[in-house]
């Protein structure tokens, strides 16, 4: 055989770029009785990867170790979407109150502005009515409607409360 291959092969070895045919054929090469002295100081690592290969640890193996430490095993909690954003929806909450708040004073502060600055001028006021007959029949009718909406609502007038003195 040719043994500049086996020393090339090593070469590519210890620098992780061998595949998986040619890892076998340099396993192969140390199942060999007759190996090269200069290459033979690489056989027990060879040997060595070959029999441990089958050794694997058993299905029970960390709930024995946990027992010696003295631990309980703990599995993962999952989280849902709901739960890794619940931070962001208390921040979203927060921000929209405070907007709320602050456009709710905003509106108060000037509705006070205009209602203070606004002047009534009662001399552009016309009368819609020129007999004062007909103007008090309408509002009559008017109050009379508003009334009988009360009454149909369920809400008291001064008439039916009872007060007691």
Same mark, same amino acid.
């Given at each position: 055989m040719d043994y500049k291959y086996i020393e090339q092969l090593l070469e590519r070895y210890w620098e992780?770029? $061998?595949?998986?045919?040619e890892e076998k054929l340099l396993q192969d090469f140390y199942l060999q009785p007759h190996?090269? +002295? *200069?290459? /033979?100081?690489?056989?027990?690592?060879? !040997?060595y990867e070959r029999e441990e290969k089958d050794i694997c640890l058993d299905s029970d193996f960390d709930e024995r170790?946990?027992? /010696?430490?003295?631990? $309980?095993?703990?599995?993962?909690?999952?989280? +849902?979407?709901?739960?890794?954003l619940y931070p962001i929806y208390r921040a979203v909450a927060i921000v929209a109150i405070v907007f709320t708040l =602050?456009?709710?004073? #905003?509106h108060s502060f000037s509705? /006070? %502005? !205009? @209602? @203070?600055?606004? $002047?009534? *001028?009662?001399?552009s006021y016309k009368d819609?009515? $020129? !007999?004062? #007959?007909v103007a008090y029949e309408q509002v009559a @009718?008017?109050? %009379? /409607?508003v009334s009988e909406?009360?009454? !149909?609502? =369920?809400?008291q007038t001064e008439d039916t409360i009872n007060i007691k003195k």
């Open positions: 992780c770029k $061998t595949t998986p045919e190996v090269p +002295n *200069n290459l /033979e100081k690489y056989r027990c690592l060879f !040997d170790i946990l027992h /010696e430490v003295g631990e $309980t095993i703990v599995e993962a909690k999952h989280n +849902n979407l709901f739960f890794r =602050g456009m709710a004073a #905003q509705t /006070e %502005k !205009d @209602s @203070s600055e606004t $002047t009534i *001028n009662y001399a819609t009515y $020129t !007999d004062p #007959q @009718s008017a109050l %009379k /409607e909406g009360l009454r !149909d609502a =369920g809400l």
